[in-house]
Structures are given as C-alpha cells and as structure tokens.
C-alpha cells in the first residue's frame, strides 16, 4: 500500500478547533483499523485515536473528551475533530493503517501501523 495523505493542520489559538484529513490513498478504510498518531519533537510518537472496521473508537487519555475520529468511507477519507485545543496538543500529526481484522485486540493504540506519510502540523498557542 502506498502512504496515506494527512492535511488539515494549522496554527491556532488555546480553545480552538481544527480538523484533519486522512486521504486513504492505496488503502480502503473500510476494511481497517485506522489511527491518528502525533509527534512532538524529540520524543516518541504518541497514539491519539483509532478507528476500527465497525466503527469502534478509542482514544488516548489526553484528548478524550476533546478529539473526535471518523471516517467516511465512501470517500475513503478519515478525520480528526479537535476541540477545546490546548498548547500540549502541538505535535505533527499523522495518519495510519492497521490489521484488516475486526476488534479491540485488534484495533487499538498500540496496534502495529502502516502508511506512515509526511504528517500535517498542528501548533496551538
């Protein structure tokens, strides 16, 4: 599969909303578990949300409440709504795919991912 396309990011203000985009590209999205990840830099790259072939969604502790995941597939795009952003969420963000299989065990933040692409940067000040 080829990578996946991120866009959407910007800067804003503390309070603030953006939402990303997730261009599937070589990927169906309907047949996956897919995956928001950020990155600041010279630190790990965090899991932020998933969302699994049934639609199943699971997000980290920091944007819960916050970070909504979607996906449209027939337009084979996912999304990341984020609400109420805080300078802590500043990371370069990038989108994933995971197993072609169904479940939790399956679909999670600490799923082995695919289709790491250029990222989109989100700066919150």
């Known amino acids: 599969h080829v990578q996946l396309v991120e866009s959407g990011g910007g800067s804003v203000q503390a309070g603030g909303s953006l939402r990303l985009s997730c261009a599937g590209g070589?990927?169906?999205?309907?047949?996956?578990?897919m995956a928001w990840f950020r990155q600041i830099p010279g630190k790990e790259r965090e899991g932020v949300a998933t969302?699994?072939?049934?639609?199943?969604?699971i997000y980290a502790d920091a944007v819960k409440g916050r970070f909504t995941i979607s996906k449209d597939n027939a337009k084979n795009t996912f999304y990341l709504e984020m609400k109420g952003l805080k300078p802590e969420d500043t990371a370069m963000y990038y989108c994933?795919?995971?197993?072609?299989?169904?479940?939790?065990?399956?679909?999670?933040?600490?799923?082995?991912?695919?289709?790491w692409g250029q990222g989109t940067q989100v700066t919150v000040s």
């Open positions: 070589g990927y169906a999205i309907s047949m996956r578990c």
């Open positions: 994933v795919a995971g197993p072609n299989r169904a479940g939790e065990s399956w679909c999670n933040l600490h799923t082995a991912f695919s289709g």
């Open positions: 969302i699994g072939r049934d639609d199943a969604t």
